[in-house]
């Protein structure tokens, strides 16, 4: 009697622990390894969601972006295959009270090895997302870097509904060799000079690997805070500033918009004046080209439709064939004219007196 009252007891204990700690796992928090405030679960889940479909070259001399042996700081390759970093962080901001969440994504690379090559490539475009709440999450922003903090510095951003990217990723270019990001496949051929995104291929969808914080890192990546490359850096900044946003919600809604407005590669680009409507070429450092831009006086957009910037430049040549044309037309009728008088000079013979032959 006094055996079968112990395991009673005994089991009633097993059972009483065994509720407690159910209950005390369902009203846990998920954990937040990054100590950032968002859920690794939630960081998990936003990253999935708007994971960008990215385009590489098909003969890219550093293959595919790689993934990197975990738990030590060198960064060292692992395998080119194609792995995708990842980090979601709070937005400092708020828009209408709702939350906001920033999305990195970084596309690694053993080597750059177009013009200036070096080991190491350290690459990202980012996403800034609000919480709907029952109509879920949506992207408001997408950021591209494009030689990134360079003097040849072509990053940009646009709004998610441009680039028909408010539900999921958006498509991202990748040049072959330097590795810049562009929004387009048009304004890839805006880049430093050799930027080309041909015969591109789709990388295959794999899942994100999260980097977590800096000083913070999630999944073995020891390697963000390594000096051998401006990872945590660009881990510790922001893409969306209230300057760029404003600026990109100034535009018609085909256009993106410089990042950094006025730094630009020295290269010729294609310009409309919308107060004269005539086509120029412009060049230099310090000139804030601009390409299709309807209505506006600023020189910090370029359109993010292939079908518009093709427009911008079909204008161009018409507008440039059109000033030739009559350039020439008014030529020709100069000289037609010129010529014309010294006919009619050559014709006309002075008067001379019978007395004089």
Known sequence: MRR??????????????????????????????????????????????????????????????????????????????GTIYGQASPYPASISGAE????HYYHLWRTDCGRHGHPLDTEHVAALVRNGGVDGWKA???????????????????????????DHGATVWISPGKHASYLNETLCRRGCGADACEKMTALPPSEVVNLGEPGSPMNGSAFTSSRAWPLEDKMSHS?????????VDQLP???????????????????????????????????????SVAGSATSDALSTAQDSTSNAFSRANGHTGNALQKSYRKTRDAIGKSAGAVGRALQVTPKTDESEK
């Open 140 to 166: 408001l922003y997408w950021y591209a870097a494009a030689h990134e903090d360079t003097v040849c510095d072509v990053s940009h951003i646009a709004r998610s509904s441009t680039l028909k990217a408010e």
């Open 253 to 291: 809604a085909t256009d993106i918009a410089w990042f950094r407005p006025g730094r630009h590669p020295m290269q010729g680009v294609i310009a409309r004046s919308s107060s004269t409507a005539e086509a120029m070429a412009v060049s230099g450092a310090d000139t804030a080209a601009a390409i």
């Open 239 to 247: 893409n969306f500033p209230a300057d760029a946003i404003a600026r």
């Open 4 to 81: 079968r009252v112990l395991v009673t007891c005994f089991g009633i204990a097993v059972c009483c622990r065994l509720w407690a700690a159910q209950g005390s796992a369902e009203n846990r928090p998920d954990p937040d390894t990054d100590r950032d405030g968002l859920s690794d679960a939630v960081e998990q889940r936003l990253l999935a969601q708007f994971v960008p479909t990215f385009l590489i070259g098909q003969n890219d001399c550093s293959l595919r972006p790689a993934a990197f042996q975990q738990n030590i700081l060198p960064p060292t390759v692992k395998a080119e295959d």
């Open 100 to 103: 906001l969440v920033e999305l």
